[in-house]
Protein backbone atom coordinates (compact mmCIF):
# COMPACT_ATOMS: atom_id res chain seq x y z
CA UNK A 1 0.00 0.00 0.00
CA UNK A 2 1.43 3.32 -0.78
CA UNK A 3 1.95 5.64 1.97
CA UNK A 4 0.70 9.67 2.25
CA UNK A 5 4.30 10.62 1.56
CA UNK A 6 4.38 9.02 -1.43
CA UNK A 7 0.93 9.71 -2.61
CA UNK A 8 1.42 13.48 -2.51
CA UNK A 9 4.93 13.10 -4.87
CA UNK A 10 2.54 10.58 -7.21
CA UNK A 11 -0.24 14.07 -7.21
CA UNK A 12 2.43 16.76 -7.74
CA UNK A 13 4.04 15.02 -10.30
CA UNK A 14 1.01 14.74 -11.61
CA UNK A 15 0.03 18.03 -11.00
CA UNK A 16 3.17 19.16 -13.20
CA UNK A 17 2.63 17.02 -15.97
CA UNK A 18 -1.03 18.09 -16.19
CA UNK A 19 0.08 21.71 -15.92
CA UNK A 20 2.97 21.37 -18.49
CA UNK A 21 0.17 19.57 -21.07
CA UNK A 22 -2.33 22.54 -20.92
CA UNK A 23 0.01 25.40 -21.22
CA UNK A 24 1.62 23.64 -24.75
CA UNK A 25 -1.43 23.45 -25.96
CA UNK A 26 -2.88 26.70 -25.23
CA UNK A 27 0.74 28.85 -25.99
CA UNK A 28 3.02 26.26 -27.91
CA UNK A 29 6.24 24.34 -26.38
CA UNK A 30 8.76 27.23 -26.35
CA UNK A 31 6.57 29.90 -25.06
CA UNK A 32 6.23 27.99 -22.01
CA UNK A 33 7.99 28.34 -19.00
CA UNK A 34 9.13 26.48 -15.59
CA UNK A 35 7.82 29.14 -13.90
CA UNK A 36 4.37 29.14 -15.75
CA UNK A 37 4.04 25.22 -14.66
CA UNK A 38 4.76 26.00 -11.25
CA UNK A 39 2.05 28.67 -11.12
CA UNK A 40 -0.37 26.53 -13.03
CA UNK A 41 0.38 23.20 -11.12
CA UNK A 42 0.18 25.18 -7.74
CA UNK A 43 4.12 24.52 -6.64
CA UNK A 44 7.18 26.39 -6.45
CA UNK A 45 9.95 26.57 -9.57
CA UNK A 46 11.85 24.66 -7.18
CA UNK A 47 9.63 22.02 -6.79
CA UNK A 48 8.87 21.64 -10.68
CA UNK A 49 12.72 21.06 -10.86
CA UNK A 50 13.01 18.32 -7.87
CA UNK A 51 10.72 16.35 -10.03
CA UNK A 52 11.91 16.93 -13.29
CA UNK A 53 15.33 18.68 -14.02
CA UNK A 54 14.22 20.37 -17.62
CA UNK A 55 11.24 20.71 -19.38
CA UNK A 56 11.82 18.34 -21.78
CA UNK A 57 11.71 15.41 -18.98
CA UNK A 58 8.31 16.82 -17.98
CA UNK A 59 7.18 16.27 -21.47
CA UNK A 60 8.95 12.83 -21.42
CA UNK A 61 8.55 11.37 -17.88
CA UNK A 62 6.47 8.51 -17.50
CA UNK A 63 6.90 4.81 -15.90
CA UNK A 64 6.67 2.87 -19.31
CA UNK A 65 10.17 1.21 -18.92
CA UNK A 66 8.98 -0.66 -15.44
CA UNK A 67 6.08 -1.40 -16.61
CA UNK A 68 7.30 -2.57 -19.30
CA UNK A 69 10.33 -4.77 -18.11
CA UNK A 70 7.21 -6.53 -15.86
CA UNK A 71 4.68 -7.12 -18.50
CA UNK A 72 7.48 -8.77 -20.49
CA UNK A 73 8.65 -11.00 -17.37
CA UNK A 74 4.76 -12.31 -16.88
CA UNK A 75 4.30 -13.56 -20.56
CA UNK A 76 5.21 -17.08 -20.74
CA UNK A 77 8.23 -18.29 -20.84
CA UNK A 78 7.70 -20.92 -23.66
CA UNK A 79 5.90 -18.02 -26.15
CA UNK A 80 8.63 -16.26 -29.16
CA UNK A 81 10.28 -13.42 -27.82
CA UNK A 82 8.64 -11.04 -30.46
CA UNK A 83 5.24 -12.32 -29.90
CA UNK A 84 5.89 -11.50 -26.33
CA UNK A 85 6.51 -7.67 -27.38
CA UNK A 86 3.97 -7.22 -29.74
CA UNK A 87 1.21 -8.35 -26.62
CA UNK A 88 3.14 -6.28 -24.43
CA UNK A 89 3.06 -3.24 -26.88
CA UNK A 90 -0.42 -4.30 -27.76
CA UNK A 91 -1.35 -3.55 -23.92
CA UNK A 92 0.51 -0.47 -23.62
CA UNK A 93 -0.87 0.97 -26.50
CA UNK A 94 -4.90 0.19 -25.57
CA UNK A 95 -4.07 2.32 -22.44
CA UNK A 96 -2.85 5.29 -24.56
CA UNK A 97 -5.79 5.10 -27.02
CA UNK A 98 -8.32 6.17 -25.03
CA UNK A 99 -9.74 9.74 -23.55
CA UNK A 100 -7.14 11.89 -22.20
CA UNK A 101 -4.23 9.24 -22.50
CA UNK A 102 -4.79 9.66 -26.17
CA UNK A 103 -4.23 13.20 -26.39
CA UNK A 104 -1.01 13.26 -24.17
CA UNK A 105 0.41 10.46 -26.32
CA UNK A 106 -0.40 12.35 -29.24
CA UNK A 107 0.79 15.79 -27.87
CA UNK A 108 4.23 13.89 -26.62
CA UNK A 109 4.85 12.36 -30.08
CA UNK A 110 3.88 15.79 -32.08
CA UNK A 111 6.32 17.38 -29.61
CA UNK A 112 9.00 14.45 -30.28
CA UNK A 113 8.80 14.85 -34.30
CA UNK A 114 8.89 19.14 -34.08
CA UNK A 115 10.89 20.20 -30.95
CA UNK A 116 15.08 19.56 -31.31
CA UNK A 117 14.71 20.08 -27.34
CA UNK A 118 12.72 17.27 -26.73
CA UNK A 119 14.23 14.82 -29.20
CA UNK A 120 17.17 15.40 -28.20
CA UNK A 121 16.56 14.75 -24.64
CA UNK A 122 14.43 11.20 -25.88
CA UNK A 123 17.41 9.97 -27.61
CA UNK A 124 19.50 10.79 -24.02
CA UNK A 125 16.92 8.30 -22.61
CA UNK A 126 16.61 5.71 -25.41
CA UNK A 127 20.03 4.28 -23.73
CA UNK A 128 18.35 3.99 -20.12
CA UNK A 129 15.42 2.13 -22.23
CA UNK A 130 17.42 -0.16 -24.12
CA UNK A 131 19.45 -1.22 -20.84
CA UNK A 132 15.82 -2.03 -19.76
CA UNK A 133 14.58 -4.24 -22.66
CA UNK A 134 18.61 -5.70 -22.97
CA UNK A 135 17.79 -7.06 -19.38
CA UNK A 136 14.55 -8.32 -20.20
CA UNK A 137 15.43 -10.26 -23.27
CA UNK A 138 18.28 -11.82 -21.02
CA UNK A 139 16.43 -13.03 -19.09
CA UNK A 140 13.69 -14.24 -21.63
CA UNK A 141 16.46 -15.77 -23.79
CA UNK A 142 19.32 -16.33 -21.72
CA UNK A 143 21.55 -14.64 -23.82
CA UNK A 144 23.84 -11.61 -21.99
CA UNK A 145 22.09 -8.54 -21.75
CA UNK A 146 24.62 -6.40 -22.33
CA UNK A 147 26.40 -8.51 -25.43
CA UNK A 148 26.36 -6.98 -28.65
CA UNK A 149 24.01 -8.70 -29.94
CA UNK A 150 21.30 -8.01 -27.90
CA UNK A 151 22.35 -4.19 -27.16
CA UNK A 152 21.80 -3.97 -31.00
CA UNK A 153 18.64 -5.90 -31.10
CA UNK A 154 17.19 -4.09 -27.88
CA UNK A 155 18.50 -0.17 -28.99
CA UNK A 156 17.16 -0.80 -33.04
CA UNK A 157 13.65 -1.05 -31.19
CA UNK A 158 13.43 1.39 -29.24
CA UNK A 159 14.73 3.39 -32.35
CA UNK A 160 12.09 1.56 -34.23
CA UNK A 161 9.38 2.09 -32.21
CA UNK A 162 10.70 5.90 -31.81
CA UNK A 163 10.24 5.82 -35.84
CA UNK A 164 6.50 4.92 -35.54
CA UNK A 165 5.73 7.49 -32.95
CA UNK A 166 7.51 10.41 -35.01
CA UNK A 167 5.79 9.07 -38.07
CA UNK A 168 2.37 8.39 -37.09
CA UNK A 169 2.49 12.58 -35.61
CA UNK A 170 3.88 13.46 -39.35
CA UNK A 171 1.00 11.39 -41.06
CA UNK A 172 -1.53 14.10 -38.57
CA UNK A 173 -2.34 10.70 -36.51
CA UNK A 174 -4.20 9.30 -39.21
CA UNK A 175 -3.31 5.17 -38.96
CA UNK A 176 -4.52 2.87 -36.02
CA UNK A 177 -1.04 3.15 -34.13
CA UNK A 178 -1.32 -0.44 -32.96
CA UNK A 179 -0.96 -1.31 -36.91
CA UNK A 180 1.98 0.78 -37.14
CA UNK A 181 3.42 -0.74 -33.91
CA UNK A 182 2.31 -4.05 -35.52
CA UNK A 183 4.02 -3.45 -39.18
CA UNK A 184 7.37 -2.26 -37.44
CA UNK A 185 7.80 -5.32 -35.14
CA UNK A 186 6.96 -7.47 -38.10
CA UNK A 187 10.22 -5.99 -39.99
CA UNK A 188 12.16 -8.19 -37.31
CA UNK A 189 10.53 -11.46 -38.29
CA UNK A 190 10.49 -10.70 -41.96
CA UNK A 191 12.60 -7.74 -43.55
CA UNK A 192 10.90 -5.63 -46.46
CA UNK A 193 12.28 -6.82 -49.70
CA UNK A 194 13.69 -3.38 -50.27
CA UNK A 195 15.99 -4.69 -47.32
CA UNK A 196 17.33 -7.62 -49.11
CA UNK A 197 19.44 -7.79 -52.08
Known amino acids: MTGLRERKKIKTRE??????????EEQGYDATTIEQIADR????????????PTKEDIVLADEHDALLLEELRSRPADEPWLQSLRQ??????????????R??????????????????????????????LAEAIGERTGRDPQSLEVRVFAMSLI?????????WARTGFRDD?????????????????????
Open 15 to 24: AIRTATYALI
Open 41 to 52: AEVSPSTVFRYF
Open 88 to 101: VMHKAIVGLGTGEA
Open 103 to 132: EVTRLRCRLLAEVPAVRSRMMESMSQTGHV
Open 159 to 167: GGLMEVSQY
Open 177 to 197: LADLVDRALTIYERPPDILIP
